[in-house]
């Protein structure tokens, strides 16, 4: 049996300012920190991904197709979407520095999120789909548009979802069966990048105004925790990692 956690109230998450990375990059869409500190983001413009830690100079990789956003899958293994025009999804082994597997997906490919064997992705007007990525099979979870440049996030059982022309976040079980959407555009509007913390709570970047909200896991509260007035300029994605906040 898998234990539920332990919920936490809104009003004790704060967060707390502990380093600025500067990278060189146009349109950072993507950001994951892994459980060893190293951080990767993925440029859409500039067709890379950077991977960053305390010890040494940023790496650069290059890639024929832009680079929306990027998940670990585990260990050295990453996806990366490859957005409006890439029709493909890339994993990519960092230690061996090679390209394992491209997943032709023939669609526009957006956020991410890693389930077991399953990547999940936003597909813009084709809703939402999962490929798998031990024999590259694909099938529909979501059907029906979303926006484009839709996140994801998976949290146990969990959908996460993002629709920018909605002003929308969604949570919805694997299969993509709705459990509650939230929608307040006075608090959230353009909603972005989307995580999610060890209790289920639900990290959404409000880009239209420069804020990070978190929503409890039954979407009935949210809380603003950044703004513009701690620095932030219409971020676009955030990542939750091991009690950490990134964000871009």
């Given at each position: ?106 669609v526009s490919n957006d956020g991410i999120a890693v389930s077991g064997d399953w990547l999940y992705f936003s597909v813009r007007k084709n809703g939402l789909m999962r490929a798998n990525i031990i024999d590259g099979s694909i099938c529909e979870v979501v059907k029906g548009p979303m926006s484009g440049c839709a996140y994801i996030a998976i949290f146990g059982n969990n959908l996460y979802f993002t629709n920018k022309s909605k002003h929308t976040v969604t949570c919805s079980d694997l299969e993509g069966h709705v459990k ?69």
């Amino acid at each position: 049996m898998v234990m539920a956690p332990s919920l936490i109230s809104l009003d004790k998450i704060e967060v707390k300012l502990t380093k600025i990375v500067s990278l060189e990059g146009n349109d950072i869409t993507g950001c994951s920190l892994f459980s060893d500190g190293k951080m990767i983001l993925s440029s859409y413009e500039d067709k890379k991904v950077v991977l960053k830690d305390d010890r040494s100079n940023p790496v650069k990789i290059t890639f024929e197709f832009q680079t929306f956003d990027i998940e670990q899958i585990d260990g050295s293994l990453i996806a990366i979407t490859t957005g409006y025009e890439g029709g493909r999804i890339l994993l990519r082994d960092l230690l061996e520095r090679k390209t394992k597997k491209i997943i032709d997906v023939d669609v526009s490919n957006d956020g991410i999120a890693v389930s077991g064997d399953w990547l999940y992705f936003s597909v813009r007007k084709n809703g939402l789909m999962r490929a798998n990525i031990i024999d590259g099979s694909i099938c529909e979870v979501v059907k029906g548009p979303m926006s484009g440049c839709a996140y994801i996030a998976i949290f146990g059982n969990n959908l996460y979802f993002t629709n920018k022309s909605k002003h929308t976040v969604t949570c919805s079980d694997l299969e993509g069966h709705v459990k509650w959407i939230f929608k307040d555009e006075s608090i959230l509007s353009f909603p972005l990048g989307i995580s999610v913390d060890n209790y289920g709570n639900i990290y959404v970047v409000g880009n239209e105004f420069s804020s990070v909200v978190v929503i409890s896991p039954d979407g009935k509260q949210i809380k603003v925790i950044l703004s513009s007035a701690d620095g932030l300029d219409c971020p676009q994605v955030l990542h939750y990692k091991t009690e950490k906040i990134t964000g871009c």
